[in-house]
């Protein structure tokens, strides 16, 4: 409705300026054209009776001044420079003064002619005119000079009700076809109104529905332009949305059972000690054990959750600095070549020499040093763990091979999801909480890369990390 009062308003307006516009111009034209008709008919004549006025030959002065007004359908009157008539063709106003302010111009020698268009009470013009219900008079004055200079003036009363009414009647015919093109344009503004907002009508309500916690709701992507465009991207947000919230109703779900679990131990161990206080020395050093691990599993997940909700947050400032990546790369592997050997694996490093980038060593190390690690603990003993840099175009990248147990190519999708774990008992045993990989893909994000895996099981897997050399650093995680 605003929409369409708006419109209305602004059509109107311009349909009111127009019909006005258009009756001025009609008016102007036609009293325009009279003005020059009926002064020029004054000055002609004033011409032509000026002699014969002087002369004061009335018998012919007057059958003549009789047939020009038949002619001309209006009255001539003659006056003296007193003002006083001294021939009307209607024999009218003779002996009388004439006190229009036309022949006071003409007689004062102020203008040589003047013309006025008048409305006045029908009495007044019918004295004038001779016609009846009419209202409109208009008067015509030109000098009539002679031997002696001013001898008086002629006055032409011109019949211009035809004229007015014709006028009238042709604003009335403007102001009736405006009117109808203004309902036509209103009608048709109701109905492109309703087309127009209907988009943002279904918008509102479903923007409501979401309000009210229905994130499956969606707007029919109709239409075109900037409104389909607007639908379009509704339906994106409302969708990723949908996606975040599930995926944090989920976050919730796995975070609250992977807390409770190793709460749910201890408080098991817990009772069992304290209802058995004659439980053997050694049992009991067991569950002290136990007991222990489980806290430091507890605080391994509240400081994964708390680095997350840092990244998520922006809080957790990149410090970005100019690294050497093929030190940093075989750092890493340097640290955890002892491991490697206590299992028996083989560590392989192989990093291109000379590989410089700006990003935050301590993420990029925490990187690197998960991934190997991983690799590590999902590997036989006697395995091998690959890891490697090189530069490919402007990215650096690393790959981190092992000849493991490789992942199932229905989980490789989820394996950057917080909790998720391809085999839950193995990764409880090897003391992982599901978030290493996750918070692995937001360290990478930060820099502006990407990460993916490759994997087949029974033959390993390979992380493949890309890195673009000239970023200062991504705001958004990937």
Known sequence: MKILLAFFVVVGASFIVAANNMNGVVRNYLTGQRTREDTQAAENLAAIYAPLFQSGDVTDLNNRLQEDALGLDGRLLLVDTDGKVQYDSLNGFC???????????????????????????????????????????????????????????????????????????????????????????????????????????????????????????????????????????????????????????????????????????????LETMLYEPDMPAELRQEFMRDINQEIDRLTQIITDLLTLTRMDNRQDAMKMEDLDMSALTEEIARLLRPVAEKRGQKLICRAAPGLRMRGDGGKLNQVLYN?????????????????????EGENLVWRVKDNGVGIPREDQEHIFDRFYRVDKARSRDTGGTGLGLSIVKQMVGLHGGSIRVESEPGKGSCFIVTLPRDREGGRTAG
Not at 162 to 186: C, E, K, P, W, Y
Not at 202 to 220: A, F, H
Not at 376 to 382: H, L
Request: charge should be neutral.
């Open 95 to 269: 002996g009388q003064r004439l006190q229009l302010s036309e022949v006071l111009r003409v007689l004062s020698g102020e203008d040589t002619a003047s013309y006025g268009m008048h409305r006045a009470d029908r009495e007044a013009v019918y004295r004038m005119t001779g016609e009846a219900e009419a209202e409109y008079v208009a008067y015509g004055a030109h000098e009539m000079t002679g031997s002696r200079g001013l001898i008086g003036a002629l006055v032409y009363v011109s019949r211009i009700q035809g004229m007015m009414d014709s006028m009238n009647q042709v604003s009335r015919q403007l102001n009736t076809v405006f009117a109808l093109i203004g309902v036509v344009t209103l009608v048709l503004a109701l109905f492109l109104s309703r087309v127009v907002t209907s988009p943002i009508v279904n918008l509102s309500r479903t923007m409501r529905r979401m309000g009210e916690g229905d994130l499956s709701v969606r707007v029919p992507e109709k239409g075109s332009g900037e409104l389909l465009q607007l639908a379009v991207n509704y339906n994106t947000m409302a969708a990723q949305l949908e996606k975040m919230d599930r995926s944090r109703n989920q976050f919730v779900s796995n975070a609250s059972h992977e807390l409770k679990t190793p709460l749910t131990s201890m408080k098991i161990m």
């Open 371 to 391: 991934l190997t690690d991983n690799a590590m603990k999902y590997t036989q003993d006697g395995g091998t763990v690959q890891v490697s840099l090189e530069e």
